[in-house]
């Protein structure tokens, strides 16, 4: 049963209900071998930290920064900053030191929490230009401080700063005066237009969103969940912080490319993805199809069928399958999909929550397919995670993005966008009042940004209204929708669709290069370098025949005509990413811009 109180009592509440039971598997910084916490032990840290904190003058509602990979010390932190009613400001590991000195200077952070040598790194050098920034608290032992460097402590020094717990009555003082009016987070998003903004989240705001998804997502005390996004991430965040009012066990995993091995060792029920995630599963998986015998491509085949059928027109529908079917699948279930997923460490699988870019079709088809549980939901930083997801024993429909939780008004405004009021919708922008008044209308409705429309309960989203091109010819094209269509395929890494005035559609490829330098040695396509596979005309007109394939469905005017293949992959560092993996479109248009015009010559 979910335990419902203020952020800041949680961990108490419940180490006073499951006391030595484990809450956290985790790996210290650069360690294989995973131990374990209990409740009391996470209780009796965050009390710690909550005493480290007012012995350095924290003062009600201080911003505190935290700038480090998922990890215990991390989650410690949070709870210990909302312990004594201060903020909690996490940034991304991957973020930049402009990034950093922005965040640091807008929200005039005093402590400044950091992971790895990289995060210290970058902390110090952007220090001299945030003078607000007195200390930087560092997670990792094994960080090589600066030899001059006065101002930063190790995390294991700052919990000695209270030893004798001088100020627990401080602390205690600070509990009678929590209210859910409280700031708990600022989170600073750095959207694809590169404009970043702080998203204020109270206490209230996650308590509203913890009764209500808690009517919706089938999570509890036997439930092993593990982490692969950033916690900074308000997805994530607010999941994983939802699993702990359940008793759920979090497994922390630290390094994200590490996440199957984790996942295979860890035997986690649950974990929140974006698609990215599942569409490479799904391409990993159409290349052992590829390769296996024509047996087993039948044996496989089958399987997905009744897998479809038994999942998909049945069980979406809230039907009963047939008992032949019942039968069949259950038979099937135990045997070739069981081995799927046993390949990810998913032998006792509950639910997986997708969100944060478009799902495909075929992508979301195949994970049900198989027999997980893809719980298909849509949200934003400013209202907290979930706006919708599939709910628990309730029909659903493949493509559509749930149903509202309980709470969330949905009204469809002036260009079919979707509008937004209830509890977990953010109050404003830290320190930016006109961009607050511009985010609301005049009867208090939040603008997504996003187009969709609602049908028998359900949201669709159609396009995210200010990423439409608008091709010369007049046309609309909503590049993600065609993205998410190529994306599915095996030999495609990333890929950026190019059409904004444009007179046709085109498209810069990544390709996956261990798929593609495979594909080349299967047809003796001689190469050195990436750049000889990326102007092989036997590899060009192959990948345009797969693409051709994939993209039948969508209108001509929306389909790739030409593209390019790059030989680097677009990154953070390039400013072509954000922290979310979303391209900077205008970006990657600037850095790419002779590449894009050669593809327009006629």
């Not at 590449?595 to 006629?602: A, D, F, G, R, T």
Request: with cysteine.
């Amino acid at each position: 049963m979910q335990t419902l109180c203020h952020l800041a009592l949680l961990p108490h509440e419940q180490a006073k209900k499951y006391g030595t039971r484990t809450v956290f598997e985790y790996q210290d910084f650069g360690s294989s071998q995973w131990k374990k916490a209990s409740w009391l032990d996470f209780s009796n840290a965050v009390k710690t930290i909550s005493c480290a904190l007012l012995a350095l003058d924290v003062e009600p509602q201080e911003n505190i920064g935290v700038f480090s990979q998922n990890s215990l010390p991390y989650i410690y932190t949070d709870f210990g900053v909302f312990g004594v009613r201060a903020v909690s400001i996490p940034l991304y590991a991957t973020s930049s030191e402009n990034q950093l000195q922005y965040v640091i200077n807008d929200a005039c952070i005093r402590l400044f929490f950091v992971g790895e040598q990289e995060q210290y790194d970058k902390a110090r050098r952007v220090q001299a230009l945030c003078p607000s920034l007195e200390r930087i608290i560092v997670y990792d032992d094994a960080v090589v401080m600066a030899e001059h460097d006065t101002t930063s402590m190790y995390f294991k020094d700052f919990l000695l700063l209270d030893s004798e717990q001088k100020q627990m009555n401080k602390l205690q003082q600070r509990w009678m005066e929590l209210n859910y009016e409280d700031i708990a987070n600022i989170l600073y998003t750095s959207g694809t237009t590169g404009d970043s903004k702080g998203v204020i989240l109270t206490c209230g705001q996650y308590n509203a969103a913890f009764k209500a998804n808690d009517k919706c997502v089938p999570i509890g005390e036997s439930d092993r969940i593990i982490t692969f996004l950033p916690i900074t991430h308000i997805f994530e965040r607010g999941w994983d912080f939802l699993a702990l009012t359940e008793g759920s066990t979090l497994i922390v995993n630290t390094y994200p490319h590490n996440i199957q091995q984790s996942m295979r060792e860890t035997h986690p029920t649950c974990m929140s993805a974006v698609p990215r995630f599942w569409e490479k599963v799904y391409a990993g998986v159409q290349a052992k199809i590829d390769n296996a015998s024509p047996m087993q491509k039948k044996i496989f085949k089958d399987a997905l069928e009744t897998g479809y059928r038994y999942n998909i027109e049945y069980k979406a529908k809230g039907k009963t399958p047939p008992l032949g079917l019942a039968l069949k699948y259950k038979l099937i279930n135990n045997t070739v999909l069981s081995l799927v997923r046993k390949q990810f460490g998913l032998e006792n699988p509950n639910i997986f929550p997708t969100a944060g870019a478009v799902v495909s079709r075929e992508v979301e088809t195949f994970v049900r397919s198989i027999g997980l549980t893809m719980i298909v939901g849509y949200g934003l930083t400013e209202s907290l995670a979930t706006v919708s997801c599939d709910h628990r024993d309730e029909p659903f429909t493949v493509g559509s993005v749930g149903r509202p939780i309980e709470g969330i008004e949905i009204r469809i405004g002036e260009n079919s966008e979707i509008l937004l009021k209830g509890p977990t919708i953010t109050k404003g922008y830290y320190k930016r009042k006109t961009l607050t008044k511009e985010a609301f209308t005049e009867d208090g409705f939040f603008r997504t940004g996003d187009a969709g429309y609602l049908k028998d309960g359900e949201l669709f989203l159609t396009e995210r209204i200010k990423d439409l091109y608008k091709t010369s010819n007049g046309k609309y094209i909503a590049p993600q929708a065609v993205e998410s269509k190529l994306l599915v395929d095996k030999y495609i890494e990333q890929i950026a669709v190019i059409a904004d005035e444009r007179k046709f559609v085109s498209a810069l490829i990544v390709p996956a290069y261990p798929m593609l330098e495979e594909f080349a040695r299967e047809y003796n396509i001689p190469f050195e370098n990436r750049k000889d596979l990326c102007t092989n005309e036997k590899i060009k007109k192959m990948l345009n025949e797969r693409i051709a394939t994939l993209q039948q469905g969508l209108a001509g005017y929306e389909q790739v005509k030409r593209f390019t293949l790059l030989t680097e992959p677009f990154t953070m560092e390039n400013g072509e990413l954000t922290n979310t993996l979303k391209t900077r479109r205008s970006v990657i248009a600037r850095n790419y811009a002779g590449v894009i015009e050669e593809m327009y010559k006629e």
